[in-house]
């Protein structure tokens, strides 16, 4: 069957569904969608998006459900598809497409994988591949779905349990649901002070445990400032343990990598340290500032790269907070932030990381916004097209980002790239 046909079968399910659920006919279903009762499957298989809205509602579904049961594709269809292949095949293919940075690849093969296993421990870790290209693409909600779906395969291993759990956290975290990151951190964290780490993987979770919990609590500072010191003084302690987790795993494993996510927990205590008064701001600013001068050229052949260069990125949006919340001259905040904000937007483009992207575009359209507040003055806000196309991916990937999204690309001026 074709794609249309196998559309059109899902369609005619959907709505055979509805008229069960409601216990309706179908053209008393016909008629609340204000259809044709002859015509509610197009030939297409695609329905237009007011027939969607109602029947999702019809069925009391998120739209977004509905919409992905007709266009789910099945494993066999993706371009990927391996001939012949068996399980182990799949996974090793998807580890090799995250080495080469090939995302969307990788979904595919670790959907084809989750196909192919056997077992629940098998499921779970094709769940944790596709996990891995969401993220790469930063497709965070994704990574929520399929994470959650492999944590309900039961028996897996505890050990690879608490790592799909750290990765939900995670990407709680990263779509700033802070409670919920927060809460699933601090239980890891309290599992491994009873529970000391036997394996890497279990040292790994745990360093990356404190690491979501200490970033988690930073941004609630923002958020709650009413317990500012609570939350700073937390932070501190889970960025510390972070850091010193990573930067053994980075001696005993050989790895730098790890030594650059123990950087960025560093620079997350800046800014902890500038909240709760131990470190003046106009201090804070400068070590982040001085910092920044070993990604003056981010394509430098023997500069940073991968979790280095990210960590560096982070340092800028650190430097921006610690501005934003303690600065009251704003040609002193504006000049920070410029340097900070134009360094995280490079970066965050080399490496292509829409986590950075979104910090980067919302402290642009604050300073921007800060400016025309002080000034009195419309300041001319200026995009080029490539910026529309990245402002939209963003609005897509972080639901919290849309409001400021629509901002930008309604108040800026929107000029030709050259």
Partial sequence: MD??????????????????????????LARVLGRDPTKLVPGSGIPKLDLVVDLANVLDWPVGTLVSTL?????????????????????????????????????????????AATTPEERARACNRQAGGWDGQGRFANVLEVVQQGLRENPISSDFRRMLQSNLANAY???????????IAQGLIDWYQNHPPESIRDRK???????????TLRRLISQDPDNTTIHGFRAQQHLQS???????????????????????????????EAALGQKEPDEALKIIIEKLDAVIDTDQENGPVGDWLESYGWWCIFGCNIALRHLTDEP???????????????????????????????????????AKDATGFEIPQVIDRDDVRLIAGTMGRYPTFRDTGWQILQTAQVVRNN
């Fill in 71 to 115: 266009w789910r594709q099945d494993p066999a269809q993706g371009d990927a598809t391996l001939p012949n292949s068996d399980y182990e095949a799949l996974d090793e293919a998807a580890k090799m497409a995250h080495r080469q940075g090939q995302y969307a690849l990788m979904v595919d093969l670790g959907k084809q994988a989750y196909e």
């Fill in 3 to 28: 794609m249309a046909g196998r559309r059109r079968a899902r369609l005619k399910q959907l709505i055979e569904l509805a008229q069960a659920y409601k216990g309706w006919s179908r053209k008393e």
């Fill in 173 to 183: 975290y990263t779509l700033w649901s802070l409670t919920e990151a927060e809460a």
């Fill in 242 to 272: 972070s850091a010193k987790l990573y930067r053994q795993l980075a001696r005993d494993l050989d790895d730098d990598s790890f030594a650059g996510i123990a950087h960025t927990c560093e620079g997350g205590m800046i800014e902890v």
């Fill in 205 to 215: 979770t745990q360093a990356f445990a404190h690491y979501v919990s200490g970033h």
């Fill in 332 to 370: 002193t905040l504006q000049h920070h932030m410029a340097i900070c904000t134009n360094k995280a937007d490079e970066i965050a483009d080399r490496l292509d990381n829409w986590s950075l992207r979104e910090r980067a575009f919302t402290m642009q359209y604050t300073r921007w916004q800060r």
